[in-house]
């Protein structure tokens, strides 16, 4: 397998925002989705390395009071799975760590003085193994602090905001077991809610509808996506509902060569019209079985 699954959708680049005040058991929820293509790491691996630094990500931001989403990007072609965390964390000094950034994996003594005296220096609060974990579980890493442009900065400077983590690992050649994603159907139904997101203007159409977001399939690759609200234009005159705006925020993007499934969740609804307009579609879908 040489591409990504999510929620029963596949591609070849998955995007994934987290919330600042994502609780522990839905991040462990999103990444039970995720079938990876084949490392030689499981599943499991790949996503416990992640999730160490997504947590990591999300506790430096709320220790400065940052309420932006921390970033995943995971991509995958012939060659590489590659992946981006990138946060706005602050940054941090690596001279602190109770080890050199860029030593040898194998030469890493988890047991050794250093990581006692930083241990006791955080009361157990830390263990300075999480960038261990995840240079054991990827073959290659970079980290590089950066500004508000996304440009690197040298560290310390005023300028850096947070930091980005680069992995990737050579994708095996080989048949692995195929992937059974039991997770809900895409709607076939000819008969479909048109979409339109606003700012950027893309077109699409709704596939899928729960109580509190829907999944889009766009008709082009939706590579912005970050925003924290966007306004989403639904309409469907063929059984009566007519258009209707309401504010969502996307929670994943999945890339396909020739367009996006993203899965938004719904942040308000913008009037009556918008809160009516939403409960008659989500019916119709229900109906659809």
């Known amino acids: 397998m040489r591409t990504l699954v999510f929620d029963s959708c596949e591609g070849g680049a998955l995007k994934?925002?987290?919330?600042?005040?994502m609780e522990m058991r839905d991040i462990l929820s999103i990444f039970r989705k995720i079938h990876?293509?084949?490392?030689?790491?499981?599943?499991?691996?790949?996503?416990?390395?992640?999730?160490?630094?997504?947590?990591?990500?999300?506790?430096?931001?709320s220790e400065i009071g940052?309420?932006?989403?921390?970033?995943?990007?995971?991509?995958?072609?012939?060659?590489?799975?590659?992946?981006?965390?990138?946060?706005?964390?602050?940054?941090?000094?690596?001279?602190?760590?109770p080890f050199p950034l860029n030593e040898p994996i194998e030469a890493i003594d988890p047991t050794a003085e250093a990581f006692v005296e930083y241990r006791n220096r955080h009361g157990f609060t830390r263990f300075g193994m999480g960038l261990v974990l995840v240079r054991r579980t990827f073959q290659a890493f970079a980290l590089r602090f950066i500004d508000r442009l996304g440009h690197e900065r040298a560290w310390p400077s005023p300028d850096i905001i947070g930091t980005e983590i680069h992995l990737s690992s050579e994708i095996q050649d080989k048949c692995g077991p195929l992937v059974?994603?039991?997770?809900?159907?895409?709607?076939?139904?000819?008969?479909?809610?048109?979409?339109?997101?606003?700012?950027?203007d893309s077109l699409g159409h709704v596939i899928d509808i729960s109580e509190d977001g829907l999944r889009i399939q766009f008709i082009s690759p939706l590579h912005e996506y970050s925003r924290p609200a966007y306004r989403l234009l639904l309409s469907m005159s063929e059984i009566g509902i007519s258009p209707f705006t309401i504010r969502v925020q996307p929670q994943w993007c999945m890339e396909k060569?020739?367009?996006?499934?993203?899965?938004?969740?719904?942040t308000a609804f913008e009037d009556e019209a918008g809160s009516s307009g939403f409960a008659a579609l989500r019916e119709y879908y229900a109906s659809l079985g």
Do not use: W
């Open 66 to 97: 940052v309420k932006d989403p921390v970033l995943l990007d995971v991509f995958a072609d012939t060659l590489y799975l590659s992946v981006t965390v990138s946060d706005h964390g602050g940054g941090f000094d690596i001279a602190t760590l």
């Open 16 to 21: 994934l925002s987290f919330p600042y005040d």
């Open 180 to 200: 059974m994603v039991n997770q809900r159907k895409i709607r076939r139904d000819p008969c479909l809610a048109r979409a339109c997101l606003r700012a950027p």
């Open 36 to 61: 990876f293509p084949e490392t030689g790491k499981s599943d499991e691996q790949l996503s416990i390395a992640l999730i160490e630094l997504i947590t990591n990500s999300l506790r430096a931001q």
């Open 257 to 266: 060569n020739d367009s996006s499934i993203v899965g938004m969740r719904i």
